[in-house]
């Protein structure tokens, strides 16, 4: 059974930094490409980095670039998000995703229907 699960949110001052982890079971993430995303309040789900399968593309939205970095360790099925300088608008629910290569639509595209399977979420809160 195919599982994407998400580990590393919390609550965090500004200008301070989180790991998000997402780890997948039931299957071998070598042959998908990945992203996460994310939700506020009140907002709709927006694409916040996505990677290649191989891990050597990546694109970003502009709120987050030069802050986030996203990245994946294939030997341990697992993907990140390294977010640092944090602000108080990046307070949301992060969702990891994943599809697979022959799935229609592209990590660079990035966004919700290029991805077929979700994690729960992780919550982040950016506040003093």
């Known amino acids: 059974q195919l599982q994407l699960v998400e580990s590393g949110g919390g609550l965090v001052q500004p200008g301070g930094s989180l790991r998000l982890s997402c780890a997948a079971s039931?299957?071998?993430?070598?042959?998908?490409?990945a992203g996460w995303f994310r939700q506020a309040p009140g907002k709709e789900r927006e694409g916040v980095s996505c990677?290649?399968?191989?891990?050597?593309?990546?694109k970003y939205a502009d709120s987050v670039k030069g802050r986030f970095t996203i990245s994946r360790d294939n030997a341990k099925n697992t993907v990140y998000l390294q977010m640092n300088s944090l602000k108080p608008e990046d307070t949301a629910v992060y969702y990891c995703?994943?599809?697979?290569?022959?799935?229609?639509?592209?990590?660079?595209?990035?966004?919700?229907?290029?991805?077929?399977?979700w994690g729960q979420g992780t919550q982040v809160t950016v506040s003093s």
């Open positions: 995703a994943a599809a697979p290569s022959y799935y229609s639509g592209s990590y660079y595209h990035c966004g919700r229907a290029d991805f077929n399977s």
């Open positions: 039931g299957f071998t993430l070598d042959y998908y490409r």
């Open positions: 990677i290649s399968s191989g891990g050597g593309s990546t």
